[in-house]
């Protein structure tokens, strides 16, 4: 079998074998054609996310400190969330923005969309950028939500990501696609 070409596989049926508020997990299966062989793979249905890059006008990063339940542990990231059904990804995630941290900006848009784990997921997962975001609005957290707001300089945020100190890799992925647009802002 060669490894340069490989078969794309055929989707047959599908069907939900669980049901949460977040997700629907998802037996579906698929035929590989030249194997003539038939497969029940996992997939998660999830809602497409996004992820906010929020440059303040003093040329800070607006980020978010939460506890995460996968990891047992605080996590340092950008502001984020899940998009409603037909809502547009700069729209949500300047919505986003201001439920979690009070910012708004009056310029956004879409820096880049992800797959967060093609493996086993269907979402993807926008990344967008507000600049000249500012305080603006009060905090409209959802119910299980406690969230610590952090400015810091954009260098200290590239360093804490290359260090390890960021580990979301949504985030890491927003601040990939952001960095281009921070040097071009820098050398302006």
Not at 151 to 160: G, I, Q, R, S
Request: with cysteine; glycine share 6%.
């Amino acid at each position: 079998m060669s490894s340069s070409n490989p078969a794309r596989w055929e989707k047959l049926e599908a069907a939900v074998k669980l049901h949460t508020r977040v997700f629907d997990v998802m037996g579906v299966q698929y035929r590989h054609g030249p194997r003539g062989t038939t497969r029940e793979f996992t997939v998660i249905n999830a809602p497409d996310w996004v992820n906010v890059v929020a440059l303040t006008v003093d040329r800070q990063l607006v980020l978010v400190r939460q506890f995460r339940y996968g990891i047992d542990e605080f996590s340092l990231e950008v502001p984020g969330g899940v998009i409603e059904a037909g809502e547009d990804p700069v729209v949500a995630g300047a919505r986003e923005l201001e439920e979690e941290t009070g910012f708004s900006g009056p310029t956004a848009r879409l820096l880049g969309r992800v797959h967060p784990n093609p493996a086993i997921q269907s979402n993807h997962c926008h990344l967008v950028l507000v600049e000249d975001a500012r305080k603006t609005h009060e905090l409209s957290w959802d119910e299980d939500e406690e969230i610590e707001i952090v400015t810091k300089p954009v260098d200290e945020v590239f360093a804490l990501a290359r260090s390890g100190k960021i580990t979301h890799s949504l985030v890491l992925n927003a601040l990939f696609l952001f960095e281009p647009v921070w040097r071009a802002i820098t050398r302006a």
